[in-house]
């Protein structure tokens, strides 16, 4: 399917690692502010703790709540977990910026005619500084953040709803196959998977050549005409 199509009147688009590298800027340095804290608590150097953190993440996966792992293992008391997720949500994301093209694929995208959606997964005021760093608080028709792990789906049946579309009119465009990208296809949306990041690379080797997805590997990648995406 070209995904430059007549039939495509909609665009959802996931924000962390679809429109810009989260993996290997925000949440790497997240993960070295928690090393800061782990450290002192388990007795070990910083780089050590990060170390730790990347080790249990390629072990148990990006979903994994690697803090109270690390609390499990070293039997350190829970409020450990918090002072981790306080820290974390103090990060400072001035600095972050999109892929190079996602800019201008969006204002294209918009130009030919399609309503353009964000909906993001994560802490709100986090969300919020991300979307505000990246300049992207007046880009899209709506912006949706839902702090609930399974609320895409909620989400996605609002935009259908609210804005009068059926799903085949509708292009889901993420990076985690586990979330957006198997809502969208259960609610009968196109999807386009985006190949980049931690979410990407962990389930990367159960992707089967017959996906019953587009891949892309960058935003741009959704103007192109052809049939081989
Ligand atoms: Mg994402």
Redesign the pocket.
């Known amino acids: 399917m070209s995904l430059n199509s007549d039939r495509i009147k909609a665009i959802i688009f ?5 429109l810009y590298d989260c993996s290997g800027t925000l949440v790497l340095k997240s993960r070295k502010l928690a090393a800061k804290i782990i450290s002192k608590a388990i007795k070990c150097s910083e780089i050590e703790a990060l170390k730790l953190q990347l080790e249990l993440e390629d072990r148990l996966g990006p979903k994994a709540d690697i803090f109270h792992e690390i609390a499990n293992q070293y039997n350190i008391p829970e409020d450990f977990c918090e002072e981790i997720s306080n820290t974390i949500n103090t990060l400072e994301v001035e600095g972050a910026t999109l892929f190079p093209d996602t800019m201008a694929s969006i204002d294209e995208l918009k130009r030919i005619g399609h309503k353009l959606f964000l909906v993001t997964f994560g802490n709100r005021e986090m969300q919020e500084k991300k979307i505000k760093a990246l300049g992207l608080e007046r880009v899209f028709d709506k912006i949706i953040i839902t702090d609930n792990p399974l609320g895409k789906e909620k989400c996605f049946r609002e935009i259908l709803t609210k804005y009068d579309l059926e799903p085949e009119q509708v292009l889901c465009v ?3 196959i586990k979330d957006e990208i198997e809502v969208g296809k259960k609610l009968g949306m196109h999807t386009a998977l985006m190949k980049h990041g931690r ?1 990407y690379n962990f389930y990367k080797s159960e992707i089967t050549e017959n996906a019953p997805y587009t891949f892309i590997t960058k935003i741009s990648d959704l103007l192109r005409d052809d049939e081989n995406q």
């Open positions: 996931d924000l962390d690692d679809t993420g990076d985690k979410h």
